[in-house]
Structure formats: C-alpha cells, structure tokens
Antibody, heavy 119, light 107 residues
Framework: EVQLLESGGGLVQPGGSLRLSCTAS????????MTWVRQAPGKGLEWVST????????HYADSVNGRFTISRDNSKTTLYLEMTSLRVEDTAVYYC????????????WGQGSLVTVSS | EIVLTQSPATLSLSPGERATLSCRAS??????LAWYQQKPGQAPRLLIY???NRATGIPARFGGSGSGTDFTLTISSLEPEDFAIYYC?????????FGQGTRLEIK
C-alpha cells in the first residue's frame, strides 16, 4: 500500500522559512516523479512544484519560483520542500503526491500538512 | 499557461440521478486530462486519467470522455458518497494546472 506522510508544517511569520518533508513507502520511490500541491483554506488545488525521479529536473509555479526549493533523498525515500520568504498568501495545506514513472497525473496523495503564515 | 474552466460551479442532484461535469481547456491538451474527487478534510483521489481511463479501484459508474479542449466526467447513477468537489487537471504542459472545481451537492 502506498503511503505518503507529510510533516514540518506549522505557524511561521511573514518572511520566515519552513521545510516540509514527505516520507514515502509502499512503492519504488526512486522511480517516481514527485509533486507538491497546495490548497488555501476554502480554495481549490494549486500545483506548486515537481521533481523527476532522479532529482535532476525540477519545475515550479511562478508564484513560488525563487522562494521554494524541491528536493529528494532517494536513499531515505523522502521528498522535501524548502520554503523561504514566506508570504501570507502561502498559507495552505500542502500535499505531496506521487506520479507514475511515465509522468502520469498524481495518483496517490498524502493527507497534507498545514502551513500558516501570519504575524 | 493552460487554463481549465469547469462548469457548472455547483451541481444539485439527487441520489440515483446522472451527473455530467464539464472541463474546458484554453488550448488543446490531447487526452492529458485527469479528474479528482475531494471530500471535506480529505486529500484528492484520482478517478480518471488520460481523459477516459478509470484509476485503480474506481467504480464503473464513473466515466470520462473527451479530447483536445472539451472533457466530461459522467457519474451514471449517483450514490450518497459521490457528493463532493471534483477537479480536472492537465499535465500536457508546464505549469500543470487544475480547474477551479465543481461542487456536487445533494438536492
């Protein structure tokens, strides 16, 4: 059974930093591209970032480009999202999700980690 | 950026009725479209990928169709557990995007 467990969320002040982690199990992590998607309170889904299986290719939404960094440690089957210069509008539940090795749509999602940016 | 427009925003139906949800892309995405279901407090669940293929474990009452710019999710006979928010999603080009969602509510 695929399991994705996010951690690291919490309350941070505007301009602050936070690192999210997503620990994976139940599938071959090193063969799966991984994605972060966020959802602001009461709003829809917004793609944040994607990383290739080996980690050599990354993509970011314009809204986070230059502030967020996605990375992975295949030896630890863990995905990361380093978030800096946080803004109030970054407040959201952050989901990690796996994609199929063929770059299909996200097919398994974690339960999410809430990040609140507020003074 | 490819914009996905879902309609209607809200759909009010009764159990046993047929639901038809629409997703229109601002440019052709061939069949690189997926549908997700999300219930309150839960993560999204993949229903349909590549426009018309049911994901693992998805009941046969869920069906997807379309190609190019116009796509449809059909639920043939609504069950009580189907009332939720549905999102379409394209992976054809970066940035990947989601529609704004259709809320399916009990009439």
């Amino acid at each position: 059974e695929v399991q994705l467990l996010e951690s690291g969320g919490g309350l941070v002040q505007p301009g602050g930093s936070l690192r999210l982690s997503c620990t994976a199990s139940g599938f071959t992590f090193s063969k799966s591209p991984m994605t972060w998607v966020r959802q602001a309170p009461g709003k829809g889904l917004e793609w944040v970032s994607t990383i290739s299986a080996a980690g050599g290719s990354t993509h970011y939404a314009d809204s986070v480009n230059g502030r967020f960094t996605i990375s992975r440690d295949n030896s630890k089957t863990t995905l990361y999202l380093e978030m800096t210069s946080l803004r109030v509008e970054d407040t959201a539940v952050y989901y990690c999700a796996k994609r199929s090795p063929a770059w299909g749509p996200p097919d398994n999602w974690g339960q999410g980690s809430l990040v609140t940016v507020s003074s | 950026e490819i914009v996905l427009t879902q309609s209607p925003a809200t759909l009010s139906l009764s159990p046993g009725e047929r639901a038809t949800l629409s997703c229109r892309a601002s440019q052709s995405i061939t069949t690189d479209l997926a549908w997700y279901q999300q219930k309150p407090g839960q993560a999204p669940r993949l229903l349909i990928y590549d426009a018309s293929n049911r994901a693992t474990g998805i009941p046969a009452r869920f069906g997807g169709s379309g190609s190019g710019t116009d796509f449809t999710l059909t639920i043939s006979s609504l069950e009580p557990e189907d009332f939720a928010i549905y999102y379409c999603h394209q992976r054809s080009s970066w940035p990947i995007t989601f529609g704004q969602g259709t809320r399916l509510e009990i009439k």
